[in-house]
């Protein structure tokens, strides 16, 4: 049997599972939420307000749907369509104001399925009188349109509607009747609720928000970069974000550990890249990004050969947050090189493992990895360590606010942060290897987010 029969039989084996009833049965409560985090707001409030307090911003607005999704409990319908403007959330520094979901109309009925929670609602539509703003003048521009009226799906007479469909209708009713003629409209209706029409620092995590919201007359607000923001908030897991990334992390860890077993002789990248998507789907995740051979991907004779190791970078996402996951993958009889190289990498995992806690600083955990393994034998120039928080993106750390490039923060590890301590080595001409496991954070040590294991699978 080639490369290809062994590939086909595994994805037509794996389709037959699916439809199985057992194998439906099973599927279905992988997926499910245990019932006291289903459904439940993602967002960490107290830190929110913690954050926005210490850093004196009076708002913040997220145009970015993963921010949207984060404070809104909802990811907006519009980027399913590749919208430019899909959505917006924000949240205030006061406690006493609510959180803002402001999207466009059609989202209403996502909204109003009554299946999870979600914040306060503010709709746009569009503008009735919009040829008085063809090529107007700036000062026009302040000056807010009439807003559409529109009829919306209206039932007949005689429609049985469903509970469903009754929430539906009258949802679409509350906010026909207030919709904004605008996405900046929209958004200035939500900070007038905050008390913020003129003076105050707001941060957004695309600079677009504050040109939409200077065009249209809020010109005395100070706009801050508020990516950093979010990362900074973000960084420590609520327990329905905690309960979705275990879920990711499990799923993620059980398609690459399925795709490392499958590897041949013979496999080019497309092939095992296309087995990762496969397994990901079935399990209801989906790829973020598959890395096989190099960490950067691809191999050295452009397949896998028997007797050299490569690496699988594995990330994928399930209900938006991420599982990470990577091992070194052998075909055939490890040769002592590599066994000397695993045994040398495995003193680092084994070092770090064995301390990782609240309150240990991201440069402590890289120089506890580097300092092992170089004492087993690691050639220093080989070694790398780029401990990393994962979430909403596969890279949830906050970077320093306080330079004008990336530099990440050296932040100190708190409970309930999820990360992974990345441990790959390349070796030109020779092998590459990698170690990386989804964690949380404890206040005594960590919970491993999948099934953890030894850095070598030999196929």
Same mark, same amino acid.
């Given at each position: ?9 595994? @994805? /037509? ?12 049965? =099973? ?61 917006? =959330? ?116 695309? @600079?677009? /928000? ?28 609520? $327990? ?18 399925? /795709? ?25 995740? $989906? ?23 490569? =690496?699988?970078? =594995? ?111 390349? $070796? ?7 170690? $990386? ?23």
């Amino acid at each position: 049997m080639d490369r290809r029969d062994l590939l086909k039989g595994v @994805m /037509v084996g794996s389709a037959i599972a699916a439809t199985a009833p057992a194998a439906r049965a =099973a599927e279905a409560k992988a997926l499910r939420l245990p019932p006291q985090t289903s459904g439940k707001m993602l967002v960490n409030k107290q830190r929110a307000y913690q954050v926005l307090d210490e850093l004196k911003i009076d708002a913040l607005i997220a145009f970015n749907p993963i921010n949207v999704y984060y404070l809104s409990n909802t990811w907006p319908l519009m980027t399913k369509f590749r919208s430019d403007v899909a959505a917006f =959330a924000t949240i205030s520094r006061n406690p006493k104001d609510p959180i803002f979901y402001v999207a466009s109309g059609p989202e209403i009925f996502d909204f109003a399925n009554g299946d999870r929670e979600v914040p306060e609602m503010i709709t746009w539509v569009g503008a009735a009188n919009w040829q008085d703003y063809v090529d107007a003048p700036p000062e026009k521009m302040k000056i807010e349109p009439k807003a559409v009226r529109p009829r919306g799906w209206q039932p007949l007479p005689t429609s049985k509607l469903t509970a469903r469909e009754k929430a539906w209708h009258a949802a679409q009713e509350k906010y026909a009747a207030s919709a904004a003629a605008s996405p900046a409209w929209a958004l200035a209706k939500a900070l007038k609720q905050y008390g913020i029409t003129t003076k105050a620092r707001i941060a957004v995590d695309d @600079m677009r /928000v504050a040109l939409m919201l200077q065009q249209i007359g809020l010109d005395g607000i100070t706009f801050v970069p508020g990516e950093q923001v979010f990362r900074k908030i973000r960084v420590v897991k609520t $327990e329905p974000e905690l309960e979705i990334q275990r879920i990711a992390g499990r799923n993620n860890y059980e398609a690459a550990m399925a /795709v490392a077993k499958a590897c041949a002789k013979g496999m080019t990248y497309a092939e095992i890249e296309h087995r990762f998507l496969t397994e990901c789907a079935s399990r209801g995740s $989906e790829v973020s990004e598959f890395l096989v051979g190099t960490i950067q991907g691809h191999f050295p004779e452009t397949v896998v050969t028997e007797g050299r190791a490569f =690496a699988i970078d =594995a990330v994928s996402h399930f209900k938006q947050y991420h599982g990470d996951f990577g091992r070194t993958i052998v075909v055939g009889e490890p040769p002592k090189d590599l066994i000397a190289r695993e045994k040398a990498h495995q003193a680092g995992c084994d070092a770090i493992y064995a301390v990782v806690k609240a309150g240990m600083k991201i440069s402590e955990v890289r120089k506890i990895v580097l300092d092992a393994e170089i004492k087993a034998g690691m050639p220093e120039q080989l070694i790398t360590c780029t401990p990393h928080g994962v979430g909403l993106e596969h890279g949830d750390n906050p970077l320093r606010m306080d330079v004008p490039f990336s530099m990440a923060e050296d932040i100190p590890l708190e409970e309930n942060m999820v990360i992974t301590i990345d441990m790959p080595y390349i $070796e030109l001409g020779g092998h590459v290897g990698h170690h $990386e496991d989804l964690i949380r954070i404890t206040k005594t040590g960590f919970e491993p987010l999948h099934t953890p294991g030894p850095a070598l699978v030999v196929v």
